[in-house]
């Protein structure tokens, strides 16, 4: 079955702790996202990737860090940088068409639900 | 003015009743458009694409206006279960979607 997972769905933080989010694909997509939910407000993007080993800041990067050393997977680490991890951390995948300037829709993976301890 | 612009609502209707949800954009370049439902909790997922000439899909029938710039979403003979947050989403000609904050809608008995 192709998706997106996203491990684990429930995260605590403790003060001063990095924690590190998982996503993985099995959709053969060349583009993944990061984006961050509050209660009642819309998505925003923490950093995107369209190729492998190259990623790029987003909206609200800063206290967040990625890596893209397979196109399957792009975890998202919340560094103690970042003040107020509390959200619904979303990630997505998109498939990159070429010449082509339409654009193709993402794929969600369920979230993963960050809180501070 | 914000890149794209959705009423937040909630719009409550009863069952069986049309509904419609607008959404304006501001960049003109913009040439991919989508609606996405997401329920409480849950990740959003692509409810319909938005066609140039307008698209339906069962009840649900999107339309773009270029001109005024927006997209809309009308729902017809509404159900129980289409209580959702309706998001639209708009690409302004790179890979980088934007996505409006979303519309809610509460379906009754």
């Not at chain 1, 680490?77 to 654009?103: D, E, H």
């Not at chain 2, 140039?52 to 005024?68: I, K, P, V, Y």
């Not at chain 2, 159900?79 to 000609?93: M, P």
Request: proline content about 5%; hydrophobic content about 30%; charged content about 20%.
């Amino acid at each position: 079955d192709g998706g997106i997972t996203q491990s684990p769905k429930y995260l605590f933080r403790k003060e001063g702790q990095n924690v590190t989010l998982s996503c993985e694909q099995n959709l053969n997509h060349d583009a993944m996202y990061w984006y961050r939910q509050d209660p009642g407000q819309g998505l925003r993007l923490i950093y995107y990737s369209q190729i492998v080993n190259d990623f790029q800041k987003g909206d609200i990067a800063e206290g967040y860090s990625v890596s893209r050393e397979k196109k399957e997977s792009f975890p998202l680490t919340v560094t103690s940088a970042q003040k107020n991890p509390t959200a619904f951390y979303l990630c997505a995948s998109s498939i990159i068409v070429q010449g082509q300037m339409r654009w193709q829709p993402q794929h969600f993976g369920d979230g993963t639900r960050l809180s501070i301890l | 003015r914000k890149e794209v612009e959705q009423d937040p609502g909630p719009f409550n209707v009863p069952e069986g009743a049309t509904v419609a949800f607008n959404c304006t954009y501001s960049n003109s370049a913009s040439q991919s458009f989508f609606w996405y439902r997401q329920d409480c909790r849950k990740e959003p997922k692509l409810l319909m694409s938005v066609y140039s000439s307008g698209n339906e899909d069962g009840r649900f029938t999107a339309q773009l206006n270029r001109a005024s710039q927006y997209i809309s979403l009308l729902i017809r003979d509404s159900k129980l279960s289409d209580s959702a947050t309706y998001l639209c989403v708009v690409n302004g000609g790179s890979y980088i979607p934007t996505f409006g904050r979303g519309t809610s809608l509460i379906v009754h008995p």
